[in-house]
DNA sequence: GTGGAGTTGACAATCGTTATCGTTAGCGCT
DNA sequence: AGCGCTAACGATAACGATTGTCAACTCCAC
């Protein structure tokens, strides 16, 4: 126990904030803080029990007002469903591709997809909002290891450091 | 008032519930025949409301059950949000492409979206799964017109026959 | 250190959806 | 056409996720 990279981002995370134009506070700092690094959206009940678990005092109120936070300043991207999943996600422009098996989201700038743009809007006239669509499927890892779990349904716990 | 296409297709509707493999019952009729011909998506709540604005006695409990048998039945696609919204979809492999100004729902087989998997496979190492991906953007008319209205929030009577 | 605006926390209310259960209706069979 | 079994229905209550309210509390500029 040396050196210490314990808290590093401590700053990282003021930066982030201010940065989006928010006022750091204590709970902004700990969903922040909790989201990071994660690869799986999560929903805002697990991030109230992971925090309560991790000591925090953070009521379910101030989850939700947090995340609406985060959302509407853009460090965050909303995952429709039977419940709203979080997560943090890059600050250019990106498609989102969540894997059907493990939950994980992967980001693709936009310009990848450019090619999907052009046959949408050459077939159907429509162009296309890639950065509003998730894009369901199956990731490599889960294709290579032929894995069954539901993931979006299960805990989410030990995804992020 | 005469020859009358009246109800003419009240045996079409029998068809496909048959062909789904449902029974065939009046709330199905009822619930199937609001739907038939919408662009876009309704909720159930507004499903219960048209009914009963339309005299019928169905409750709310059965529009749910109904539409999940619908679901399950493969006859109509849920389109995820804040509350879930549905629409009759085609029986054969197809995209969605939801016109974020109006709400819209315009139906795209999957052949014409290959380049799209092929994309994210190469780049990303990711198969999508383009049927249940549903694409947010603009459909040809709204670019044309410049509307602005919400859509997907208001009222979406006067769009069915 | 102080003040004011923005943020938080607890509680209650709301909204969409689902479970329960007694009643009803579809439909295969006679 | 009538009978019976099973599936479907309707009303009500319950449930879980999310939001509204309001007093107490922090952040941060001064």
């Given at each position: 126990m040396g050196g210490g990279q314990a808290h590093v981002d401590g700053d990282a995370t003021a930066r982030v904030l201010r940065a989006a134009g928010l006022t750091i506070t204590v709970p902004r700092r700990a969903v922040f803080q909790l989201l990071v690094g994660r690869e799986r959206p999560v929903s805002a009940g697990e991030v109230f029990d992971l925090l309560r678990a991790g000591g925090s005092r953070l009521g379910i109120t101030s989850v939700y007002r947090v995340l609406h936070s985060f959302a509407g300043a853009g460090i965050v991207h909303v995952f429709a469903g039977e419940e709203q999943r979080y997560r943090i996600c890059d600050p250019w422009p990106h498609?989102?591709?969540?894997?059907?098996?493990?939950?994980?989201?992967?980001?693709?700038?936009?310009?990848?997809?450019?090619?999907?743009?052009?046959?949408?809007?050459?077939?159907?006239?429509f162009v296309a909002n890639v950065e509003r669509s998730d894009v369901y499927g199956v990731c490599g890892r889960c294709r290579i290891s032929g894995q069954v779990s539901e993931a979006r349904r299960t805990s989410t716990v030990g995804d992020a450091p």
């Open positions: 498609a989102h591709l969540v894997c059907e098996r493990c939950g994980r989201v992967i980001e693709r700038p936009v310009d990848t997809v450019r090619q999907w743009l052009a046959a949408a809007r050459q077939d159907a006239d």
